[in-house]
């Protein structure tokens, strides 16, 4: 029997399965689950039925092929000080999520890949970029309400489940099957703060704009990954906080931290993020960020900022969104909706789909029909 090798060594990461849990749980070696990852010996039938159970993955899913597809870089912020089984488990999860991103576009319009393309022969500074993004998005140089929804309107694919670690707060991840290119941003749901969630998703738009996605992160070093870092969050600020207009604003009063607790309504970034931009834009000395700084450590702004109880944080929803038209407007039933992800070699459970999609435990109803239906313009 032809077994897909590589899903089990997926599923058993996605998992956070170590080969010698999964051995045991099945009754066998270790070196046997390491055998079956490496295509080097097939489980016989009972084996994989065992197998599956233990992965809770359907057996199907471990038979069916898989079509050409590539990982690019997958940005995490604590790349070093995560533990590596937490890593892998979520470069298979947005890798996932991703499928199911393309296995429900065959049913829902979802809006087209739409980022901005530049001479990569001509340099261009970070302001620049942040500028010229605005301007492709038709953004002027307001603020922006919604960062989540501005990156699915965009065609980005906005994933939200628990990372389960504190480390690992949002993250970006390039994909690529067939030659159409995917990019994921996933954010975790520990950190329940709108700013910080803000912050979160143009810090990783930086990373698809400014770096490379197919080079090894694993082949470079701390310094390297950190300087990448810095200028995702310079791009953030810079996207989020344009110089003429937020320098306008907080000209009025830079050394007053009252002053950015009013701005932060207005701008949708959080206090410390604006001082920084204020800060690097010129419009505070190197005393008066420091005393800012005091400031903010004093009244324990640094942990928990004035406004961050009070604004919801915002989700993602264009999955959600197909997934409740299909089930509804499309008069698709369960059935029909697992049978969709079959047809097209993705044969997973209801319980993996809701998981990377966020949904309530056992949400799929049973409805019925099949028709294609259109995506709907998302909303801020």
């Known amino acids: 029997m032809r077994i897909n090798y590589g899903r089990l060594k997926e599923a058993r990461l996605f998992r956070k399965m170590t080969m010698d849990e999964v051995a045991k749980a099945v009754g066998i070696n270790k070196q046997a689950i390491s055998q079956f990852e490496n295509n080097k010996v097939s489980p016989d039938p009972l084996t994989l039925r065992k197998i599956s159970e233990t992965l809770k993955f359907p057996y199907s899913f471990f038979v069916e092929s898989s079509p050409l597809s590539t990982i690019g870089n997958t940005y995490f912020r604590a790349l070093y000080s995560s533990k590596k089984k937490d890593l892998a488990a979520q470069q298979v999860k947005a ?54 929804s501005l990156l699915e309107r965009n065609g980005i694919i906005v994933g939200e489940f628990a990372t389960d670690s504190r480390d690992i707060d949002a993250f970006y991840q390039y994909y690529e099957e067939n030659n159409t290119p995917t990019y994921c941003v996933v954010l975790g749901t520990d950190k329940k703060s709108f700013y910080r969630r803000q912050f979160n998703c143009a810090h990783e738009l930086g990373h698809i704009l400014l770096h490379e996605k197919y080079a090894d992160l694993n082949e470079i070093d701390r310094e390297e990954f950190r300087e990448r870092e810095k200028e995702a969050n310079a791009f953030a600020a810079a996207f989020l906080l344009p110089a003429s207009s937020f320098g306008n604003d907080v000209a009025a009063s830079p050394n007053r931290l009252s002053h950015y607790i009013e701005l932060k309504e207005k701008w949708n970034v959080s206090i410390m993020a ?9 419009y505070l000395t190197e005393n008066q960020y420091s005393y800012l700084m005091r400031q903010m450590g004093s009244k324990g702004y640094r942990l928990n900022e004035p406004l961050d109880d009070f604004i919801e944080y ?48 056992n949400m799929l109803s049973t409805h019925k029909g099949n028709k294609v239906v259109d995506f709907p313009t998302i909303k801020d």
């Open 95 to 148: 890798k996932y999520l991703a499928k199911i991103h393309a296995v429900l576009s065959t049913k829902v319009k979802f809006p087209p890949l739409n980022l901005p393309v530049f001479d990569s022969d001509t340099p261009i500074s970070i302001e620049e970029l942040a500028i010229r993004t605005r301007e492709h998005w038709d953004l002027g140089d307001a603020p922006i309400p919604n960062m989540v």
């Open 274 to 282: 604006m001082i920084l931009r204020a800060h690097s834009l010129g």
């Open 314 to 361: 915002k989700h993602p929803r264009a999955l959600k969104q197909a997934i409740t038209l299909l089930l509804t407007e499309g008069n698709m039933s369960e059935e029909d909706l697992l049978n969709l992800f079959i047809k097209n070699k993705f044969a997973v459970s209801s319980n993996v789909i809701e998981e990377l999609l966020d949904l309530e435990p």
